[in-house]
């Protein structure tokens, strides 16, 4: 998240932190109340430093997941998910679509083509389902990291640094439509 960290800070000011878990260097990750309430932490920082700015939830992966989760009990004005973990474990029979499908928040969902904790077909049917809007930009060829094999962005003449920009853009217009 430093890297996104960086180029977030262009659209607006960007707070990151991580959970007790990473900080201490375990890897299994603490059960969801413990990740909300570290999320929520965070958040009311934020909200001290930069109060009369709207708030974005933007997180990768598990921090987007938890993030839906927190927007269920904390008003914020859009969420940003780098990579939703919809399936625990890639595994298409436990999906984890219970807090997308109680949301009200505006959220953007940035996915990878090849991000199998993602399928596309059922972040599709699940969006649908969703009361919330509901907005997705694609990563042809991405991976769960939003990254593209080497090869291929040769093949196309791309960088990843230019499909960076490009996921940019598309944040900072949703930003920009929530705001």
């Known amino acids: 998240m430093q890297d996104w960290k960086k180029r977030l800070s262009g659209i607006g000011a960007v707070e990151t932190f991580d959970y007790d878990y990473m900080r201490e260097g375990r890897k299994r990750p603490d059960p969801l109340p413990k990740l909300i309430a570290a999320h929520r932490k965070a958040l009311h920082r934020a909200r001290e430093r930069h109060r009369d700015e709207s708030t974005i939830l933007i997180g990768k992966s598990m921090g987007g997941r938890v993030g839906c989760h927190l927007s269920l009990e904390e008003k914020v004005d859009g969420l940003v998910c780098l990579g939703y973990p919809l399936c625990a474990m890639g595994d298409r029979t436990k999906l984890r679509d219970q807090a997308?499908?109680?949301?009200?928040?505006?959220?953007?969902?940035?996915?990878?083509?090849?991000?199998?904790?993602?399928?596309?077909?059922?972040?599709?049917?699940?969006?649908?389902?969703?009361?919330?809007?509901?907005?997705?930009?694609?990563?042809?060829?991405?991976?769960?990291?939003?990254?593209?094999?080497?090869?291929?962005?040769?093949?196309?003449?791309?960088?990843?640094?230019?499909?960076?920009?490009?996921?940019?853009?598309?944040?900072?217009?949703?930003?920009?439509?929530?705001?």
């Open 100 to 179: 997308l499908r109680a949301l009200t928040t505006p959220i953007l969902f940035v996915q990878g083509t090849r991000d199998s904790l993602c399928p596309l077909d059922l972040l599709e049917r699940i969006r649908t389902e969703m009361d919330a809007p509901s907005f997705l930009h694609l990563v042809g060829g991405g991976d769960h990291s939003l990254r593209i094999p080497k090869r291929e962005l040769e093949q196309a003449g791309e960088t990843q640094r230019g499909i960076n920009e490009t996921i940019l853009k598309e944040i900072a217009a949703f930003v920009d439509e929530q705001s």
